[in-house]
Nanobody, 122 residues
Framework: QVTLVESGGGLVQAGGSLRLSCAAS????????MGWLRQTPGKEREFVAS???????YYADSVTGRFTISRDNAKNTVYLQMNSLKPEDTAVYFC????????????????WGQGTRVTVSS
């Protein structure tokens, strides 16, 4: 069992930056593929970024060049650095974990956090 706790959300003006963090419990964090997804009311959850257990990263086209996903296995934490934020980035952001290697824009995960809200004002 893995517990994921997100932090770092908030209100920011367009063009600003935020860094989301996701702290994971458990001893096998390094073996998991980790992802960030987001959701707005009335829409399906959307893939944002993922990082494999080997450190390979994947991004949605809408965030490529602006967002960076990274992980610190010593701290059991995955990060999402979000720069040049736009109002359309407003959403609840979820951290997720999937056992083993999963490449590509992974949308199916084994464990989910509760989400952290990001609001970008224009």
């Amino acid at each position: 069992q893995v517990t994921l706790v997100e932090s770092g959300g908030g209100l920011v003006q367009a063009g600003g930056s935020l860094r989301l963090s996701c702290a994971a419990s458990g001893r096998t964090f390094s073996s998991y593929t980790m992802g960030w997804l987001r959701q707005t009311p009335g829409k399906e959850r959307e893939f944002v970024a993922s990082i494999t257990n080997g450190g390979i990263t994947y991004y949605a086209d809408s965030v490529t060049g602006r967002f960076t996903i990274s992980r610190d296995n010593a701290k059991n934490t995955v990060y999402l650095q979000m720069n040049s934020l736009k109002p359309e980035d407003t959403a609840v952001y979820f951290c997720a974990a999937k056992d083993g290697f999963s490449g590509g824009q992974v949308r199916e995960y084994d464990y989910w956090g509760q989400g952290t809200r990001v609001t970008v004002s224009s």
